[in-house]
Structure formats: C-alpha cells, structure tokens
C-alpha cells in the first residue's frame, strides 16, 4: 500500500477511511496453542550452547527478507542456528540468552507483535498483517515455543542501554550487526559453537530426517513414473516433477535440484535444468525434500533414461557402486570422518589406473590425488538442518574428528568424464555417475537412511521397469 501511495495509484489516507479501517474487527487471539515438538530439545540445546559462553549475552537471529528484484524478495528461510535453538521459522526475531548473576542463562525470543488494530500500521506497509498475513501474538509464541517473548523492536535499546559481554550472529540482521561492544573473533566463535551443536543429532532430528527421506524416494520415484513426460520435453519436467513432491510434503527442496541429463551429468552442480533428456543417455538426480521443519534429505541416483545401461554405462555405474560401497563399510562409531572418504576414492583410483585412464600404481595415483580430475569432489558432508550441515564447526570436532552415533552424513562418491577430456577414450566423454545415500551412524555401524531406493544396477533397472512411464 505504501508502495502504491509512492507510486500515485492512491490517495494519502484520509481521516474517514483511517476510521473505517480501525472498527469491525473480532478477536482472533488463540488460546488453544499448543507447544511445537521440539520445544523441550530446543530448550536443551539453548542450555548446551549458554554453557559453553558463561556470563555472556548470545544474540541469534533469524534473519530477514532478502530482496530478488525491485520490491520482490527471496522466500523467507530463517538462519538455521536460530531454528535449532527455537524450533520458530518466523522472520525479523533475535533469539537472546542473558546471563544469570547466579549462573547459567535466560532466555528470551524477540518478535515483531501483533499489529494492534488502533493504528494504519496493520493495513499498510511492509510488515503489515493484512498483506503479509496473521502473526502469533507475544502470548501465542511464547505458549507455541515455551520461550518468554518481547516486541524485537525494544532489543536495541536494551543491547545499548545494559552492557554485558555479548556475541551476535553476524550477517543476518543489519540491526543487529551493528551491536555495539562485539567484535568479529568473538562472534565468529559463536556461529562456530552453533555449528558444532548440530554434529550429532537428537532422537526428534532423527524422526525428521527419517521424513525427509522418505518423502525424497517417494520423489525420485515420482521422476522415474513421469520420465517418458521428461524425453518429450526437457530436464525442467523433472526439477517440476521432483519439486511438487517436495512442496505437497514438505516445505521446500533442500537445495536446488540437479537434474542433469547427458554430457549435464558431469558438472557437479548442474542446476539450470533445461537441457534434453534422451533416450540412450544417463540421467543423474541430486535432490532432496525439506521437511517442514527444515530437515533435508541429499540422495542421489543415475539412471539410465532408457531404462537399460549401455555395456559402458555399467562400467562406469559398477565401479562408483563399488566405491560407495567401501565407503559405506567405513562408516562407525570411533572411525575418523575422513576414513569413508579415503576407502571410496582409493576404490575408485584402483578402477582408473586399472582401465588405464591414471597412470599407477594406484597408491602412488592416490597419494599424488591423480583421480581427482575424474571424481572431482569430497565423498561427502554431515546433513541436517542444512544440506551441508554443521560448516562452520571446528575441523577438530568435524573434518578431523571421529564419528559419533547420531551423526547423519552423505556418501557420495563420483565418476565424471567431461564431454571435452581428451585423455579418454571417445565414448567414455559425456559420462557421469554419482550415487549418494543418507547415513545414520549407530551404536554398532550404520543405518542407510535411503536403503529404500535401488543402488546397485541391476536393481535400479529393475526398479524403472517397474514405474517407468
């Protein structure tokens, strides 16, 4: 509405519409709100991070709008340690932990209130409910989340107004970056503890995956049923395929999806979708849903669009089956992060210098990272609340430590021969192949959260002629 006054396609409010719009209104506060799930898993995060800041302030965002074009924004997605702490996925609020004289923190959930209906401000305007929707009142939130709440617009004055040592989450909230009595060591430390709190996954997290998985195989298989509709048109009508999936069960695709078909299969991050899909080729599926919770599955399968892999395809597919399989065998408790990622690369280095594409012995290949023009990335990443989650964690507690029951992680191994590599053969060029699964580390190995959707090629094969349309 503001805008529309700016650009002259209104007249300045006058006092008899002022009048008209403040009366008629019922009460719509409610007072049957019930507390979100992870309310008490919140609150015991919130404990674990305060313990680690003793007698200082923790600010946490959540993050506000972001503009696409002009005077249209991005889709809302709140900072994820904001959503870890809260359980809350509303815009524009702070999360804060005051520190306790006598130990320990309290904690309080920042919010923009309701709009009262005495003023213009809840018909008019950027924030108003009447064109943004209905928020919860104070009341409601604090029932919803089990936090206390305050209006977000008193915060500032209460960061100038009570100094005490405090840390903010930087680069969400422009208001809050400017916190006076901060500095960018500090905070940096913040996000990181953040991080690391996300290492290793509660029993409701767990529940959460296990639904975003699940939804994911439900949507790869919705792909394979509508693949015929793909051929006739592009890889768009998979990234829709897959996306109507995501959105009627979740929120949200957990990142953008690769639909990449054809010589697309060897960019690792393929995501214009909007090449063919034909017949003969290989189509590699890098996609996952994000419940709507924000949990998000990262599986990937390459499948034969055909339905049949060529005899070189299987090749290729075999021996990335086999590399994933050694990684996957590496996965427990008390293993160090990295071993997966060495026990499939050094299956797929064996393969290269074996077929004579890296020159061996393949430990000397391996040593010198040779086979990394051919498998190009890591064999995986934690996954969460992010699709690689837990990034700011320290290397100690992440890349370079061991893993623990609870922790979810990919394994991803890869085989990419660009369509413009003279090193290989001709009809080796233009083929891609990555299988990824999402695992969960348990008390005695692991549980392959994804173990529903085929992996090996027979399966796979079996599996399109089954659903193919």
């Keep these: 509405m503001a805008e529309a006054r700016k650009n002259g396609l209104y007249p300045e409010i006058s006092e008899e519409l002022s009048a008209l719009m403040r009366t008629g209104w019922a009460d719509t506060e409610r007072r049957d709100v019930q507390p979100v799930e992870q309310a008490p898993y919140a609150a015991r995060r919130r404990a674990a991070l305060g313990a680690l800041f003793p007698g200082e302030r923790l600010v946490v965002p959540s993050g506000s709008l972001r503009i696409r074009s002009n005077d ?10 904001y959503v870890h702490l809260t359980g809350d996925q509303s ?5 804060v932990l005051e520190p306790r004289p006598e130990g320990g923190h309290d904690a309080y959930c920042y919010r923009l209130p309701r709009d009262g209906r005495d003023t213009d401000g809840f018909w008019t305007g950027m924030t108003a409910e ?11 939130s604090e029932r919803e989340l089990g936090l206390a709440c305050r209006d977000i617009r008193t915060l500032p004055g209460h960061l100038r107004d009570t100094p005490v040592p405090t840390r903010v989450v930087r680069g969400h909230d422009v208001t809050l970056d400017a916190t006076p009595g901060t500095d960018d060591e500090r905070d940096a430390e913040l996000e990181e503890a953040l991080s690391g709190l996300r290492l290793v996954k509660d029993a409701w997290e767990i529940g959460e995956m296990r639904r975003a998985v699940d939804s994911t195989v439900r949507g790869f298989t919705d792909v394979v049923r509508e693949l015929s509709q793909a051929v006739a048109t592009s890889e768009r009508w998979i990234e829709g395929t897959f996306f109507r999936r995501a959105r009627v069960e979740g929120n949200d695709v957990g990142y953008g999806s690769i639909c990449a078909a054809g010589e697309h299969a060897t960019i690792m991050h393929w995501t214009d979708n909007d090449g063919p899909v034909r017949p003969g080729e290989l189509l590699l599926l890098d996609a996952g849903v994000e419940t709507r919770t924000l949990y998000t599955a990262d599986v990937t399968r390459t499948l034969p669009i055909s339905g049949t892999f060529s005899p070189l395809q299987r090749k290729v597919y075999d021996a990335v089956y086999e590399a994933q399989e050694a990684g996957m065998a590496a996965v427990k408790p008390g293993a160090r992060y990295r071993d997966f990622h060495e026990a499939a690369q050094r299956s797929m280095t064996e393969r290269l210098v074996a077929w004579g594409l890296v020159e061996g012995p393949a430990e000397r290949a391996y040593e010198l990272g040779l086979q990394r023009r051919f498998t190009m990335a890591g064999t995986g990443h934690m996954l969460g609340l992010d699709v690689h989650d837990c990034a700011q964690a320290r290397n100690e507690d992440y890349v370079d430590g061991v ?17 413009d590599d003279l090193t290989v053969p001709e009809e080796w060029r233009g083929i891609g192949v990555r299988i990824e699964d999402d695992l969960l580390v348990t008390a005695d190995g692991y549980e392959n959260l994804s173990g529903g959707l085929p992996r090996s090629a027979a399966e796979v094969e079996s599996w399109m002629r089954e659903f193919a349309g």
């Design 130 to 140: 009447l064109w943004t929707g209905r928020r919860p009142s104070l009341a409601e």
């Design 403 to 419: 893993l623990e029951p609870g922790m979810v992680l990919t394994v991803e191994p890869g085989l990419y021969f660009q369509p």
């Design 72 to 81: 249209s924004h991005y889709p809302f997605r709140p900072y994820t340690g």
């Design 91 to 95: 815009r524009d609020c702070a999360l």
